[in-house]
T-cell receptor, first 116, second 111 residues
């Protein structure tokens, strides 16, 4: 009964380093999302994928890239980490599809990333 | 101006009190309204989901939507220490995959 699984849970990077955050869901959901959460800012959408093979920018995409590897997996890559990317990152998935847009989003447990 | 504004809190209430949480929004195109609950160091989980104006009740929780005023509320009756969490409002357009979130209000219920 895993739901949405994110790895790693914690990471410390040096400025300029790169890393990939992994996300997998086992609910056969069509849509997947990456959010970042900062104090006082709520959840802000970085990228989303409405279906396998498609990705779209959200509110704050700069400095990030994503890959929808298959229906289950959606990864987020930081090519050159900056201190401004210190945040908690959440992956989410939902049943949303072209025929049914507004459904519940299920979230992972988060990745706490610190860039020094 | 952010699309979704949420009362920042934090709120601290005694056990048994009614908790009132509020969000306002600027875009009348929002049609779906949600409340998520987030415990410390956990991911958000859906608490309430409403589409139309009016009230929706689920146990001790009532969600209220006033589209004419662009205002949504969540009420928690007979609050319990286990209700201590951050509450996030969220909303989306009719034909959209994305959710827009408020900043969240942290609630502490004192035993």
């Amino acid at each position: 009964n895993a739901g949405v699984t994110q790895t790693p849970k914690f990471q410390v990077l040096k400025t300029g380093q790169s890393m990939t955050l992994q996300c997998a869901q086992d609910m056969n959901h069509n849509s997947m999302y990456w959010y970042r959460q900062d104090p006082g800012m709520g959840l802000r959408l970085i990228y989303y994928s409405a279906s396998e093979g498609t990705t779209d920018k959200g509110e704050v995409p700069n400095g990030y890239n994503v890959s929808r590897l298959n229906k289950r997996e959606f990864s987020l890559r930081l090519e050159s980490a900056a201190p401004s990317q210190t945040s908690v990152y959440f992956c989410a998935s939902s049943e949303a599809s072209s025929g049914r847009r507004n459904t519940e989003a299920f979230f992972g447990q988060g990745t706490r990333l610190t860039v020094v | 101006q952010k699309e979704v504004e949420q009362d920042p809190g934090p709120l601290s209430v005694p056990e048994g009190a009614i908790v009132s949480l509020n969000c306002t929004y600027s875009n009348s195109a929002f049609q779906y309204f949600m409340w998520y609950r987030q415990y410390s160091r956990k991911g958000p989980e859906l608490l309430m989901y409403t589409y139309s104006s009016g009230n929706k009740e689920d146990g001790r929780f009532t969600a209220q939507v006033d589209k004419s005023s662009k205002y949504i509320s969540l009420f928690i009756r007979d609050s319990q220490p286990s209700d201590s969490a951050t509450y996030l409002c969220a909303m989306s357009y009719l034909s959209d995959y994305k959710l827009s979130f408020g900043a969240g209000t942290t609630v502490t219920v004192r035993a």
